[in-house]
């Protein structure tokens, strides 16, 4: 079942115009930008609000999965209906690592990640810590092995360096980053460069949904996609299973799915993009 497209308001009709047809010719002019958060704030009215947040540090975990850009709903859907979640305190990857890195003693975790966001430059602009000091080590999956042609990692290799690490770390902590469910969508016709060669330029990798709300990709196609790329996680969750300690399923953040015409994860409080899971799956 696709997650219903939200009936779109005149906010969200302005918003998308000024967006896509007036801003590209205009951006240079001073206030331009300010005016379509404004727009997009108006676009936004009537989509429910999360609760307080809930910092990874303040939760009990072994291995923490991160899913990127999971929604709690769309997970319990394909996945787990029994999920429960969490709020995460930001709606989008370099959020999420400033909230939860930028201060605490995480020097008995090693990170497993697929997200470029991880690298040391923007690591420590987003943090002002730099990553050597912060974790106990990290594998950078999204260096050693990138899909070229998905444009992104896929997961099989994730759950590689999982155990991996459980081998040479196995008396630490894992936080193991996947890329899926976020674009682009495996094994889907939908034309989409991924990351591409600037991984570290969110613009590069928000086209896909950018193109939706223009009505150049129909809602239930991307949707589909989205859904798609959760399903194909179930047989590695399963696998991560096998590790030693409690694990848990989350997100960084999670995504709009055309409520009130919006998609993506920009910048915003709002359910669809901080209503994350939080999904026991192993306690051994």
Known sequence: MYPEKREE???????????????????HIRGTTRLKESLKALAATGIN?????EPIGEKEWDNLIILDAARHDTYRETLNSNSDHRITQESHSRGFIRENFSDGDWSDTVVITANPFYNSESFEELTGRSLEDTFETIFQVWETDWNSEEGTVMPDKMVEKAFTAEKLFPDK???????????????????????????SEETEYEKVWER????????????EGYLQNHRLLKPHLEKLKGLSGKTVV???????????????????????????????????
């Not at 709300?213 to 196609?221: L, N």
Request: glycine fraction near 10%.
């Open 173 to 199: 902590r894992k936080i193991i980053h996947m890329m899926q469910p976020h674009h682009p969508f495996i094994d889907s016709d939908i034309q989409d460069p991924g990351f591409g060669d600037t991984r």
């Open 250 to 284: 989350t997100a960084d953040h999670g995504n709009l799915l055309g409520e009130k015409g919006l998609y993506g994860h920009p910048p915003g409080n709002l359910e669809p993009l901080r209503k994350v899971p939080w999904d026991v799956i192993s306690q051994d």
């Open 49 to 53: 609000k999360p609760g307080e947040s």
């Open 9 to 27: 308001t005149i906010f969200s009709r302005a918003c998308k115009k000024y967006k896509y047809s007036l801003l590209p010719r205009v951006k």
């Open 212 to 223: 939706t709300a223009k009505g150049e990709i129909p809602h239930q196609k991307v949707v």
